[in-house]
């Protein structure tokens, strides 16, 4: 082996080899959950363990097990109370749609956390996010801090926590179930006894539900924004000209919208009924609270305000990220846009770049539907904003004595 500065003997030749610079090795793939990542692991709502290759080990049987009556508790519960008869418009009826369509979300979030989990859906978007992160012109601590935003959910799931247990133990305790017009309907069903244990199960799938799903959309809005930002500060400086740079822009744009596909084909049933039924217990929320308020005491009052916040917070937080990332693709499409220079470049394979990118912000496929049937953007999310109260006012109206 020849060491640097030997000498071979060769006269004065004095032979120096070359080291090369050993590269960095790449980042590890970001924990965007952070610490909510072993809140899952340890939920009851992992599926980690039950993939082909480990559901047959002591762990794989035991999560089994768990997830099997977590699951079971929820959907009986979601179908008890969904047989619950009450005569239209009274306050039992409504009350029981507050009840029945919310332990329904929660069964839902609890499926979804599951498949999420056994599909290594988390797994896989970071891995992706890690090597796009890797196509950055420049580095930005700020957008992959997550601990911010983390202490953030960790407040805002305390209501859905604080609401929800006191709702239960509340009618635990007083027995008071739900109504029927002015008569409160006693019930020593025990489902109703249960119902503290099974509401705190269905307490942990919502949090942890809808945390993952922000977390994933927070994540693909952050790492578009800053793709914006660096060809926003490139078109500037005149740099898109620049062929290799175009190219690196035009891949990574497509990995980004490829990420954005691969991440709606696992949010999508989350995303399309969770809201729905969050958004049919605003309804009934608001409706109790602006037909049903002499007959309620206090505490009851304060509760049903409870609910209009918990259930239009998760709708909200269903709906926004879904909104941002589409505003920020139409961003994208306008800064290429208004990018004179490129457009007037005479180099034919330039102007083709140039025309693939801006084709694929235009016209690539990356909305979900909400319901199947609307595809969620600002236009779609306003108006469902708008609606919902009126729907409430609606029944309100047709509620009053004639």
Known sequence: MVEAGSNLGLGSIHVKTVIEPTPPPPPPPPKILGPFATMIKFSGFDGSKLRKESIASTRGIISAIIFIVFASCLMVETIILMGIESKPFTLGWAESNIYSFMSAQSFISA?????????????????????????????????????????????????????????????????????????????????????????????????????????????????????????????????????????????????????????????????????????????????????????????????????????????????????????????????????????TCGDDQMHHTYRVTLDRCIHSNTKIAFLSAFNIDSVVFNRIMFLVPNIAELLIILNQPH
């Not at 859905?160 to 509340?170: A, D, E």
């Not at 635990?172 to 008569?183: A, E, G, L, W, Y």
């Not at 025990?190 to 705190?200: C, G």
Request: glycine content about 2%; hydrophobic content about 45%.
């Open 111 to 343: 499926i979804c956390l599951f498949s999420w989990t056994r599909e290594k859906f988390l797994s896989q978007f970071e891995d992706t996010l890690a090597r796009i992160r890797g196509l950055r012109l420049s580095t930005s601590q700020t957008i992959d801090d997550y601990t911010k935003f983390h202490r953030k959910a960790a407040l805002l799931i305390i209501p859905i926590f604080g609401v929800i247990l006191t709702n239960s133990f509340y009618t635990s305790i007083s027995n008071k179930h739900f109504r029927d017009d002015n008569t409160t309907f006693f019930s020593t069903s025990s489902i109703f006894l249960v119902a503290p244990i099974i509401d705190l199960i269905g307490c942990v799938a919502t949090s942890l539900a809808i945390i993952t799903y922000v977390t994933v959309n927070v994540a693909l809005n952050r790492e578009i924004k800053h793709f914006n930002k660096e060809l926003t500060n490139s078109a500037r400086f005149q740099q898109l000209t620049l062929p290799q740079v175009l190219n690196t822009y035009s891949k990574r744009h497509s990995d980004i919208l490829q990420l954005i596909r691969f991440s709606n084909k696992h949010t999508s049933k989350y995303a399309t009924i969770v809201p729905f039924f969050t958004l049919v217990t605003v309804i009934n929320s608001f409706y109790i609270i602006g037909s049903f308020k002499p007959i309620l005491d206090s505490f009851e009052y304060i509760l049903f305000i409870g609910w209009v916040f918990v259930s239009m917070g998760i709708t909200i937080s269903s709906f926004l990220p879904l909104v941002k990332i589409q505003e920020n693709i139409v961003d994208t499409s306008e800064i290429l846009m208004h990018d004179d220079v490129l457009q």
